[in-house]
């Protein structure tokens, strides 16, 4: 894909298939199945499904600040991903409870209707984004995340999100986790 455009319908698609699955996921899972723990992490199914959620949730925040270091010098973005880059042990903090009070304040329920209005903004403001605005590029931090690289574009972000799900998606322990992904 040429980083200057985004096939939108293809992102559309991902974005209603994450959603798709991520229903799948919860409605196949008893309270049980949620509480027990996944594979290759310290959270449980249900706080690994609010991190895959929170993926979603981020992409909007990280679009204001896109919008901001995308206009400036391409040594601002770098020196702020640098600063975040020598934070990522609070980050990494801040990023392993968040899942435990979200999964606990969401819950069942919560999870399910979050996703939905997360995914349907994205919906909006992808249709509602100008095509000049998928070239502007920054500099990321790369150590928060494997999926950051040292430069994104706003088409990358509206990716990010479905990259980060599906490769978590794997380490659930729900009837409908790594099989279905596979």
């Not at 899942?99 to 606990?104: E, S």
Request: charged share 25%; aromatic share 12%; glycine share 8%.
């Amino acid at each position: 894909m040429d980083e200057a455009s985004v096939d939108r319908q293809l992102v559309h698609d991902e974005l209603e298939a994450a959603r798709t699955a991520f229903h799948e996921l919860l409605d196949a899972a008893t309270d049980a199945d949620l509480r027990r723990p996944t594979d290759g992490t310290r959270w449980t199914n249900e706080q690994l499904l609010f991190h895959m959620l929170f993926g979603y949730i981020l992409v909007k925040p990280l679009l204001v600040l896109m919008r901001f270091f995308g206009r400036l010098p391409r040594g601002a973005s770098r020196a702020f991903a640098r600063v975040l880059d020598a934070g990522t042990r609070p980050f990494d903090v801040v990023n392993y409870l968040g899942p435990l009070g979200g999964a606990r304040m969401f819950g069942r329920r919560g999870l399910g209707a979050a996703f939905d209005r997360v995914i349907a903004g994205l919906h909006r403001r992808l249709d509602a984004e100008q095509e000049a605005q998928f070239s502007l590029g920054m500099h990321y931090p790369t150590r928060w995340d494997p999926f950051f690289r040292d430069v994104m574009t706003t088409a990358d972000l509206y990716r990010y999100p479905t990259r980060h799900f599906e490769f978590h998606r794997r380490q659930l322990t729900l009837p409908a986790g790594p099989q279905a992904a596979r």
